[in-house]
């Protein structure tokens, strides 16, 4: 953690003392890269993962950000689903290859 540069913002969706989601964003030159997000699986689909990504724009914009933007995994339709739900849509794609 001591290498992200930038203003970092780190979120906690709980509910008592149980963590049912986590999410990491990090505002740098007037945007928020979302580096992060994950929803206890037993908690999917009942709008955490929502909350979560508005926290983090509103937190965002009260910076000053001009945009956000994140990495989704194209085997990910959930998450993918989400984040066009806000908005955001691809603007560049690639894929891994291994050697093993």
Same mark, same amino acid.
């Given at each position: 953690?001591?290498?992200?540069?930038?203003?970092? =913002?780190?979120?906690?969706?709980?509910?008592?003392? *149980?963590?049912?989601?986590?999410?990491?964003?990090?505002? *740098? #030159? =007037?945007?928020?890269?979302?580096? %992060?997000?994950?929803?206890? /699986? #037993?908690?999917?689909?009942?709008?955490?993962? #929502?909350?979560?990504?508005? %926290?983090?724009?509103?937190? $965002?914009?009260? /910076? %000053? $950000?001009?945009?956000?933007?994140?990495?989704? *995994?194209? #085997?990910?339709?959930? =998450?993918? $689903?989400?984040?066009?739900?806000?908005?955001?849509?691809?603007?560049? =794609?690639?894929?891994?290859?291994?050697?093993?």
């Amino acid at each position: 953690m001591k290498q992200i540069t930038g203003h970092p =913002a780190f979120l906690t969706f709980q509910r008592d003392d *149980e963590v049912l989601g986590v999410a990491l964003g990090v505002y *740098e #030159s =007037a945007w928020l890269g979302i580096f %992060g997000m994950q929803t206890r /699986q #037993s908690m999917r689909g009942k709008g955490i993962g #929502s909350l979560m990504l508005k %926290g983090l724009a509103d937190w $965002a914009v009260a /910076q %000053g $950000a001009l945009g956000l933007y994140l990495q989704v *995994e194209q #085997s990910n339709p959930r =998450a993918r $689903a989400l984040y066009e739900r806000f908005g955001f849509r691809t603007v560049y =794609a690639y894929h891994y290859r291994t050697l093993f």
